[in-house]
Every structure is written in C-alpha cells, then in structure tokens.
C-alpha cells in the first residue's frame, strides 16, 4: 500500500481496448516522493509462547494465507510506479463519463450507459498500469491475493459522535467503560490493535487514535463475526 493519489494533470491516452484507457502521471509527485507502507510480518510462535496466542482469531478469519504472503518480498518500485498514475473509478467517475458523452452527443441523455456504448458499472476499481500493461484492482482482485472469500462484516463512513457502535466497541475493547483508553484493553486485543495498524491497514507513524471504523474492524476480530477484509 502506499499514499493514495488524487487525479491531477493530463499525459498521453493509449487505447486499452473495452475496459478503459492507459493514461499518464495522475499527480504531481514524483515516485522518490512516495513512502510505500508495507505490512510487517508476524512471528506468531513467539507470541504465543509469550502467553498471546492469537491462531484463533486468524483462523476464524481465514487469514493463514494472508500473514504467509507478507513474508515475501515487497516490490516498492513498481507499487510507486503504480500509485503516480492511480485513479480510482467509481459512482461518481462513471456519471461524469456519462455526463461527458451527454455534453459531446445531447441525442445520449436518458440512454442507458449500454446503448451510449459504455461498460455497465459494477463495482469500484482502481485503475493504472505498470510499464503501459493496464492493471484493474478490485475488491474481488484483493480477495484472490489474500485467498480469502469476498464476505463478511464491514462498516464505513460512521458518525463517531451518534453512531450506534460507539457503545458496542466500549463494551468489547474497553470493557463497557466510558472513556475506554488503551490501558483499559485485553493484551490479546491490544496485540490485535497492533497487527491491524501494521499488517491491515497500515497508515505509518503517529500516534493517532483509531477511527470508529477501525474500532468496529477490531471489535469484529476480538468477537470472531467475518470481517470483510478486501472490502
């Protein structure tokens, strides 16, 4: 994983055929630039042997494979190359495609995306290419990737002040009390907080609080409910 990108400035389209068009650079900085994240791996025989055994929360979670995969190498190089000319495609990026077609041809507006000669939107992908061989990633991408299936829980865009988990993740993670701080966690759980910043979501240093997004994925693992991991 590595800092996210949003689309600026314009290069080169080469046609890709029906899935999209290979474009150029899509923000200003430059690979050198980026800080790649790269989840850690994890000695689970040790932990344990330090009385924090986590092999059922990752079985549950199907998950064996995953923690495999992040002790091989990681290609830096190429994930830069990738995120500089990333962009993603989703409800909104399609509307504007409709809506350009519709600004070039009036005659399109009210068409379906089909009859304006447009793939059918499915899902959100991020789109990009490595040395000009376009790469479409989806969650269905990840999925295979980690050997995982595409299901389970998973929650986003919460209110953290009048969300409905914000007393269900107290009473989890901070054992019902009101102002739950880190101290207040199971080691296991606190472990688990860890392997979620490092190996899951990896976001750098900092000491930043989880989000209640983050705090609802980790109530998941601690209360063994599928958590959709790709999602």
Not at 33 to 56: G, H, K
Not at 74 to 97: C, G, M, P, Q, T
Not at 124 to 137: A, D, L, Y
Not at 173 to 187: C, I, Q, T, V, W
Request: aromatic letters at 10%.
């Amino acid at each position: 994983m590595a800092t996210s990108s949003s689309n600026q400035g314009t290069s080169n389209q080469v046609a890709t055929g029906d899935s999209y068009q290979i474009k150029g650079r899509t923000i200003k900085l430059e690979e050198w630039q980026l800080e790649v994240q790269v989840e850690n791996p994890v000695d689970f025989v040790s932990l344990a042997r330090y009385d924090c055994d986590l092999s059922s929360y990752l079985r549950y979670q199907d998950l064996s494979w995953y923690f495999s995969m992040l002790d091989g190498p990681s290609y830096e190089n190429l994930v830069k190359y990738f995120w500089v000319r990333a962009e993603i495609y989703d409800k909104h990026a399609a509307k504007a495609e409709e809506d350009h077609l519709v600004l070039l041809n009036p005659d399109l507006k009210g068409k379906s995306r089909a009859e304006m000669g447009l793939k059918k939107f499915k899902q959100t992908e991020i789109h990009s290419n490595v040395m000009r061989i376009p790469i479409t990633i989806t969650e269905e991408v990840i999925g295979k990737a980690c050997r995982r299936s595409v299901d389970g829980a998973f929650k986003w865009n919460l209110n953290k002040k009048t969300s409905d988990w914000i007393p269900v993740v107290k009473q989890s993670l901070f054992k019902g009390k009101k102002d739950g701080k880190y101290s207040d966690m199971e080691k296991d759980h606190k472990v688990l907080q860890k392997l979620m910043q490092e190996c899951f979501l990896p976001k750098g240093g900092g000491v930043d609080q989880p989000s209640l997004e983050h705090k609802v994925f980790l109530h998941f693992l601690i209360t063994f409910e599928k958590v959709n991991l790709p999602s």
